[in-house]
């Protein structure tokens, strides 16, 4: 068909990874709680750079905060990346996981 | 005035700026204007050694499309207030998501997220300022094309165009991502859209692979500027090599490093080895790896250099770590392979392979960026000292041994007369090397603070004297790394933004520039 075919086959040993469990999206809006979870708190959260979250009954006030703010280490997020809904999304997930259930 | 407002831009009054405000709304809809200190927040947590206040907004706006942009343009200069564009707000150590002067509005493009298009053909994109490169790396794996971009360390949660206009670097052969840009679209001040190069002209299809058009090329006077607003961005996609074959090399001396850049200097250059080389000091592997500073040191003053050893010994790092791929097919790679193999074994350096990385942290996320795969492994840096402090010092330099020496000797030196240690890299561009040095200190101690300050600006000094400049600053030292390059440039660059500018709305300060 066109130049696609022949990167096909020059790629054919070429590795792809898909990132994590979670629906790939690329629409710029997030379809999910646990997409947001996936692709930005897991880097740090579940990757030994920041502290697990999961299993702690975190209070939801609280991780609102520290995901607005920031704090020391931790960056903040506007809402323009991960709205206040998204958001209060993401803390249900989070303030009632059991340990490791994000993964 | 709004009861709630605390801050102003520099000489704006408060019933003006309120008439502007309500004009912005009209434009943006309420909730697209932000004002309360609440919503305000993520805007102002930044990690450079100067007080938040000296960066707060006054407010910000959240536009979505180019015509709003304009609109809003029309708005500002005729109050003439202020404002700072952003992308995706990532810009951490050089100044996050805060406006390089306090009370300007921060214009957050991050909703303006359209991968416009991807031409699997000629390997191009075309992306909006709000596009992340998680985004990015999810729609090349959806539609299963086999094609990488190159990404800065804090890859999933920030974006191409915010990263090449501040002429951010990568770890791919893509890696200098304002050299794999092509053609802009950027709104002026006063309102009128400009596409650079072949986008100037109408119903032409070469915009995204033809740099230079006719006549001066614009594009470089949009990057590390404030001479507009970037709202397209076009950028060359690499075609996923057959055969990719990252390796690290280790060596044990810090003296080694002279003789590493020369050697890999000619590979570099003659393109054996098409990526950024990185060079990375113990202690940029240790927290990413992840070791724990007060296990080696306790107390003030910056870690010794018998520690440092101890954790080399005890975590099987390299005084310095060499990171490179071979991007080809198997029998290139297996030809190029035999050439590292030599050179590894003639300075007296141990090759790891991806096989042999298995189960490394510090390796594993550096393999995962030099094929563009997104990832913050890179952030265990922030563990090291703790508190959120950080700038990066990061001084152009040769890529000559002798030249890498001297850098380091000095940078340390500097950096432990104020109690900090020597966490850096070099990348390897071509024939140059960014020496990137994170000045890590404790945020939350005033002490540290101030010390950290200091330490910047005596770094940036002393270097400067030897005819070191710096290729990005931080928005707090923005004034003074511009008055390192000399008047000439500046003047110029005045004269540029009063000619573009004339109100001095956009983004005034950044990179030394205001009217
Ligand atoms: C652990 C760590 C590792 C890092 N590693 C790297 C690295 O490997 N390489 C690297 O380059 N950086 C690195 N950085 C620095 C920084 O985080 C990245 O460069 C990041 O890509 C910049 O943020 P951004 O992409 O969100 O751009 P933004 O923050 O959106 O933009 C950066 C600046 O460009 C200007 N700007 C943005 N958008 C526009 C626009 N549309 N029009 C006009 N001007 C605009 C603004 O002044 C803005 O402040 C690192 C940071 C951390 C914390």
């Known amino acids: 068909m066109n130049g696609l075919s022949v990167f096909r086959l020059l790629a054919i040993t070429a590795t792809f990874v898909a990132a994590g469990n979670a629906q790939a999206d690329s629409s710029g809006k997030w379809q999910s709680s646990q997409e947001v979870y996936n692709k930005v708190c897991a880097y740090c959260h579940e990757a030994n750079v920041a502290p697990v979250l999961t299993g702690r009954n975190l209070i939801p006030q609280y991780i609102q905060v520290i995901v607005r703010n920031g704090n020391r280490a931790m960056p903040s997020f506007r809402e323009s990346e991960i709205s206040d809904a998204t958001l209060a999304g993401v803390i249900k997930l989070v303030s009632t996981s059991a340990p490791g259930a994000l993964k | ?515």
């Open chain 2, 1 to 515: 005035m709004n009861a709630k407002r605390k801050t102003l831009p520099k000489g704006i009054a408060a019933g003006e700026f309120d008439k502007a405000i309500k004009e912005l709304k009209k434009i943006l809809g309420n909730e697209n204007v932000l004002e309360d200190e609440l919503r305000l927040a993520p805007y102002n947590k930044i990690m450079m050694p100067v007080p938040n206040d000296q960066h707060a907004p006054s407010a910000a706006i959240t536009p979505a499309s180019v015509e709003e942009i304009q609109a809003v343009l029309k708005v500002l200069n005729k109050y003439k207030i202020p404002v700072y564009p952003i992308s995706t707000g990532k810009n951490l150590g050089y100044g996050s998501a805060a406006p390089v002067q306090r009370g300007q509005i921060v214009m957050d493009l991050r909703r303006m997220n359209k991968i416009i298009e991807v031409d699997p053909d000629l390997c191009t994109a075309l992306v909006e300022p709000g596009v992340t490169y998680q985004q990015l790396y999810d729609y090349l794996q959806e539609r299963k094309l086999p094609l990488w971009f190159s990404c800065p360390a804090p890859s999933a949660i920030a974006g191409p165009l915010g990263n090449m206009v501040d002429r951010g670097v990568g770890y791919t052969p893509y890696g200098e991502h304002f050299l794999f840009s092509c053609g802009m679209e950027v709104v002026l001040a006063n309102s009128e859209v400009l596409r650079t190069g072949m986008g100037a002209m109408p119903n032409s299809n070469t915009w995204q692979v033809f740099k230079w058009g006719y006549g001066p090329t614009l594009d470089g006077i949009f990057t590390q500027s404030n001479y507009g607003i970037v709202t397209k961005m076009g950028m060359w996609l690499m075609p996923a090599p057959p055969d990719f074959r990252p390796f690290c090399i280790q060596y044990p001396n810090e003296a080694d490093i002279t003789k590493i850049v020369d050697a890999l200097r000619p590979l570099r250059i003659a393109m054996v080895i098409p990526n950024a080389v990185v060079i990375a000091h113990t202690l940029w592997e240790a927290p990413c790896t992840p070791v724990k500073r007060a296990d080696y040191h306790t107390g003030p003053g910056a870690i010794s250099d018998a520690a440092v050893s101890k954790i080399q010994k005890d975590h099987n790092i390299g005084a310095w770590n060499v990171y490179a791929g071979l991007y080809g097919t198997k029998e290139t790679n297996d030809a190029n392979w035999k050439i590292i193999e030599a050179v590894a074994a003639g300075t007296g350096g141990k090759i790891i392979t991806e096989e042999q990385s298995k189960g490394s942290q510090a390796l594993q996320y550096r393999f995962d960026l030099m094929k563009g795969k997104p990832n913050l492994g890179e952030f265990g840096l922030y563990n090291w000292r703790g508190g959120g402090g950080s700038i990066w010092f990061a001084p152009v330099s040769q890529a000559k041994g002798s030249e890498t020496l001297k850098q380091m000797k000095t940078a340390k030196d500097i950096l432990g007369k104020y109690g900090f240690d020597y966490v850096g890299e070099f990348i390897v561009g071509w024939r140059d090397m960014h020496h990137v040095i994170d000045l890590l200190f404790d945020r939350s101690d005033d002490d540290q603070t101030k010390k950290a300050y200091a330490c910047y600006d005596e770094l940036l000094h002393t270097f400067a004297k030897e005819g070191y400049g710096v290729y990005r600053s931080n928005t707090a030292f923005a004034e003074k790394v511009a008055a390192t390059y000399g008047p000439v440039k500046r003047s110029v660059e005045k004269k540029l933004k009063k000619a573009l500018d004339p109100n001095n709305i956009l983004a005034p300060g950044r990179c030394g520039i205001s009217l």
